[in-house]
């Protein structure tokens, strides 16, 4: 079963209960300025969840949305190159507006992934919110798994930092108006061995890679309040997300995302390309992040973003230097342009009349080509420094970003092969206290005219 099947299987599954197919949003959102890019599904749809307004289509909704997880809290560019994580990706997702809440949800979302997509049921985990002081144990949602047949040993129950959901967090990192609500997810079991490194009992919150999360329903039922309370919204909704890439992984019944056929044309031009097999251990993670990347990359050329040092164009940069300075790991005498080319032109190829049309090949040539131009001397000098350094921390990092323009992933990169980390949350501190003196200074320098 092929992704573009999964997705319209999806749609045509909400569409026969009811649901209006809806479009997805633009990856840059105009009047959203909490936010660069769009990340989720619901980001859309929050006055209608809140119940300040009424949708036109209605209140049961459906629809496939592309986002971009590489800013702010949802920046997972540092955490691409294993087998599930991605900056870009495709959520399947499906809306109840005050209307079906637990037990029409839950056994949807049993059906269409057991029957629809014929997942074996022996394969499918489950949790639900164990509940705190504030807002109790789901055990609504724990009836209604028990009643489709789940074994209790298959439903875990979790705390807030894995069956919650808000935006922002946690209930105690929303912010006043904040939506959020707890969740149940369901996981695929790929039945590989554990690794004790990531703890003594594996389960589905693992990262050891046995399990991958295919769907969550998040029951969006409060709002944060200014004394820092939950309160019921007006309405009870249901928000569910799943990643298309995920899920045809579980399908085809192998954990890799980037074998499915939303990666794999572009994996086999970076071996056609470097000269370098994907089955080498060592060089996989290369690979995921020159697809990941440079797919993101196309979607915001696609959307209007262009290379620059400020807000999206500064994501944009970070996502084709960094796959440049990977290629480089790969194969030195791989000439990143010609490749580049070859990739932009299979996610077109991929995602053809659904998010792209040919005529949109010229564009993301010209803009991948100036960019890896511009990079390509920046790359080899900094490449030397780094080389040369015994010592990197965070302060060293921001250095070389602010003198040279070496971008801190590649940087990180670079220590995390040695064998050590860097303190991101030390380099944005660097960051922001570098951008604080310059704009005193230029306060400074204007009122001196």
Request: negative net charge; aromatic residues 10%.
């Amino acid at each position: 079963m092929t992704a573009n099947e999964i997705r319209e299987k999806y749609l045509k599954f909400f569409e026969d209960k009811g649901h209006a197919r809806i479009s997805p949003s633009a990856l840059v959102l105009k009047d959203d300025p909490t936010t660069l890019f769009t990340s989720s599904g619901m980001q859309q749809l929050v006055p209608y969840l809140k119940g300040e307004k009424t949708h036109p289509d209605g209140k049961r909704l459906v629809d496939s949305q592309p986002s971009i997880r590489a800013h702010g809290k949802s920046d997972d560019i540092l955490e691409v190159g294993d087998t599930r994580h991605l900056t870009i990706f495709e959520m399947l997702g499906n809306w109840s507006l005050g209307d079906y809440f637990k037990k029409e949800e839950i056994p949807w979302l049993w059906e269409f992934l057991t029957e629809t997509l014929h997942l074996p049921k022996e394969k499918l985990w489950v949790s639900v919110f164990e509940g705190t002081k504030e807002v109790l144990k789901d055990t609504e949602s724990i009836e209604i798994w028990e009643s489709l047949g789940v074994p209790k040993e298959r439903i875990r129950e979790y705390g807030v930092k894995k069956n919650w959901w808000s935006r922002s967090g946690t209930p105690d990192e929303m912010p006043e108006g904040e939506i959020g609500g707890p969740t149940t997810e369901v996981f695929f079991d790929f039945d590989s061995k554990h690794n004790p490194k990531y703890g003594k009992e594996c389960h589905p919150n693992c990262d050891c890679g046995r399990f991958s999360e295919i769907g969550n329903s998040v029951f969006m039922q409060y709002i944060k309040r200014k004394d820092g309370n939950l309160e019921e919204l007006p309405q009870k909704n249901v928000d569910f997300g799943g990643g298309l890439e995920r899920l045809s992984a579980a399908v085809s019944g192998q954990s890799d995302s980037f074998k499915t056929d939303l990666f794999l044309p572009l994996i086999q031009s970076i071996e056609e390309h470097s000269g370098v097999s994907y089955q080498n251990a060592k060089t996989q993670s290369a690979f995921r992040i020159i697809s990941d990347h440079l797919k993101a990359a196309v979607f915001l050329i696609k959307n209007g973003i262009v290379p620059s040092n400020k807000e999206h164009g500064y994501v944009l940069r970070r996502l084709i230097r960094r796959a440049v300075a990977k290629l480089h790991t790969l194969n030195s005498n791989t000439a990143p342009a010609p490749l580049f080319n070859k990739l932009g032109s299979a996610v077109i190829k991929i995602y053809k009349g659904i998010y792209f049309q040919d005529t949109d090949q010229k564009l993301i040539e010209m803009v991948l080509e100036e960019e890896v131009k511009k990079f390509m001397a920046t790359l080899e000098k900094g490449l030397r420094l780094v080389e040369k350094m015994e010592d990197i921390d965070a302060k060293v990092a921001f250095d070389l970003y602010q003198t040279y323009g070496f971008p801190f992933e590649i940087t990180a990169d670079i220590v995390k092969e040695r064998g050590g980390s860097l303190d991101v949350a030390r380099f944005k501190e660097e960051f922001e206290r570098h951008r604080e003196l310059s704009r005193a200074s230029s306060s400074g320098m204007f009122k001196a005219k």
